[in-house]
């Protein structure tokens, strides 16, 4: 099977290896992408084209992972192209931008399957977990038979998948978001060592999932933006208030425009004060 991905970043990279390994062709475009991604290409024997008018004509199966803010407009891209074969879309966005895509991919000829990825990229003993949805979701999963990646079937139409997705992120990063701005606070405060007091009594577990949380999820907040807001329309959209993750955008906004920065916690604290 010849599959192309958009674009290799950690987690697309570690899933074309993956392929690869099942013994499906893997390709990526080049154009525009950082040094850094085409390190991580390398890495994964990708091979190189050009641009997407040649990842088309060369691909039965596209699967995009890129960051959520940039996933309908890649659709476009592809759509543009003509492309007629599977379109997968592994991004983390909402049931309605699902559905965005599918119409945008549909309309050019293709066929659309909604994916979302659970868990950090394919690493040597660990398994990630993929989501998929829609009526040739069991077709995508048999393409990782075998491989480091375990696909299962979340639904027979497009947005469950993504859906799913938006609900375990609601929690994984948007509890990360909350405990950061509740350290600040306690910061801000002058209470931060009655707060750990606390905590070190009732929920031992937090001061260190709190800072270990934070200096983790700083390298990768400006992605983490879009999710966020994702996540907020999907609670909108079931009627449930959505200004939690609204907020949670606005955290990782202000962690992110020196996130490459090496970061304490401490540090963190005091930028998501000044932003």
């Known amino acids: 099977m010849n599959i192309g991905l958009l674009h290799p970043g950690a987690m697309g990279a570690s899933l074309g290896a993956a392929l690869q390994q099942t013994g499906s062709h893997v390709s990526w475009c080049s154009a525009g992408r950082s040094a850094e991604t085409r390190e991580r290409a390398e890495a994964a024997r990708l091979t190189p084209l050009v641009d997407v008018r040649g990842l088309v004509a060369a691909s039965d199966v596209i699967l995009s992972v890129c960051p959520p803010h940039a996933a309908l407009q890649t659709a476009r891209e592809v759509a543009a192209e003509g492309f007629r074969g599977l379109y997968v879309d592994a991004n983390a966005i909402s049931r309605a931008t699902a559905l965005a895509i ?19 990229p394919v690493q040597q003993g660990k398994t990630t977990l993929l989501w998929l ?13 075998g491989s480091g990646v375990e696909a299962r079937i979340a639904g027979a139409t497009v947005g ?11 929690w994984s990063k948007g509890s990360v978001a909350l405990l ?11 209470v931060s060592e009655g707060l750990l007091a606390s905590w070190a009594r009732l929920s031992p577990e937090l001061a260190e999932r709190a800072a270990q949380g934070a200096l983790a999820a700083a390298p990768k907040a400006w992605r983490w933006v879009g999710e966020m807001r994702e996540i907020a329309a999907s609670f909108e959209a079931a009627g449930l208030p959505s200004g939690f ?3 949670a955008a606005a955290v990782y906004e202000r ?3 020196r996130a490459s920065e090496p970061a304490s916690f401490e540090g963190l ?7």
């Open 160 to 170: 469950q998948a993504s859906a799913l997705k938006m609900a375990f992120a609601a």
């Open 255 to 257: 962690l992110a425009p």
């Open 269 to 275: 604290l005091q930028r998501l004060r000044q932003s």
């Open 133 to 145: 949805s829609g009526g040739r979701a069991a077709a995508v999963a048999d393409l990782f038979r």
């Open 180 to 190: 950061t701005a509740v350290c600040a606070l306690a910061r801000a405060e002058g």
């Open 102 to 120: 599918e119409r945008t991919v549909t309309r050019a000829g293709a066929t659309c399957v909604d994916g979302g990825i659970i868990g950090p």
């Open 245 to 247: 993750h609204e907020a």
